[in-house]
């Protein structure tokens, strides 16, 4: 099965510093690619789908890139409310990463 | 609006069950694939199966087999999610997920707290 691995698994920046989340996969995936954002005591929020499309109402600040196994989540600069998991999730099998954790530093 | 609403908390004996609803409203419910997803405490999210509400045909994750079921009630726009001979490692917050035409989870139910607990 395909494993997505998420790195690193904590990220520590300050609000307007621009955030570069990582998720590889253990064979390819194509652009077959999902980002998800979770807020504590929320469900997850879809982000991005097929690697690089946003979803509905998501803001320009995030961005999807890559194809094949490697893949970013890249926000450019982030406002208070980006403080949240992410997790990648890919749809051969469904599977998600194991997610980074976005805190304020 | 396009919604999914949950059922409530549980709270059940070791070795016992579970079943978890998830009403959808405000699109076509046979058209949309729905998952379910389980979180437990602190952890991440996983994966654990999908149901076709349209024709109810089911895909599970191997390591629930055997002790999940999800059915749908196409009358009431429902997906259920059962599962048995609960352990204290069940204990997780349960979603129902749509699955968009875009083959990414669009809309998710609001979660469903499960405690397995003697």
């Known amino acids: 099965e395909i494993v997505l691995t998420q790195s690193p698994a904590t990220l520590s920046l300050s609000p307007g510093e621009r955030a570069t989340l990582s998720c590889r996969a253990s064979?390819?995936?194509?652009?077959?690619l999902a980002w998800y954002q979770q807020k504590p005591g929320q469900a997850p929020r879809l982000l991005i789908y097929?690697?690089?499309n946003r979803a509905t109402g998501i803001p320009a600040r995030f961005s999807g890139s890559g194809s094949g196994t490697d893949f970013t989540l890249t926000i450019s600069s982030l406002e208070p409310e980006d403080f949240a998991v992410y997790y990648c999730?890919?749809?051969?099998?469904?599977?998600f990463g194991q997610g980074t954790k976005l805190e304020i530093k | 609006q396009v919604q999914l609403v949950q059922s409530g908390a549980e709270v059940k004996k070791p070795g016992a069950s579970v079943k978890v609803s998830c009403k959808a409203s405000?699109?076509?419910?046979?058209?949309?694939?729905m998952h379910w997803v389980r979180q437990a405490p602190g952890q991440g999210l996983e994966w654990m199966g999908i149901?076709?509400?349209?024709?109810?045909?089911?895909s599970y994750a191997q390591k629930l087999q055997g002790r999940v079921t999800m059915t749908r009630d196409t009358s009431t726009s429902t997906v259920y999610m059962e599962l048995s001979s609960l352990r204290s490692e069940d204990t997780a917050v349960y979603y129902c997920?749509?699955?968009?035409?875009?083959?990414?989870?669009?809309?998710w139910g609001q979660g469903t707290m499960v405690t397995v607990s003697s």
């Open positions: 997920a749509r699955e968009a035409m875009i083959e990414a989870f669009d809309i």
């Open positions: 405000g699109y076509t419910f046979t058209s949309y694939y």
């Open positions: 149901i076709n509400p349209s024709g109810g045909s089911t």
């Open positions: 064979q390819s995936v194509s652009s077959y």
């Open positions: 097929d690697a690089s």
């Open positions: 999730q890919q749809r051969s099998n469904w599977l």
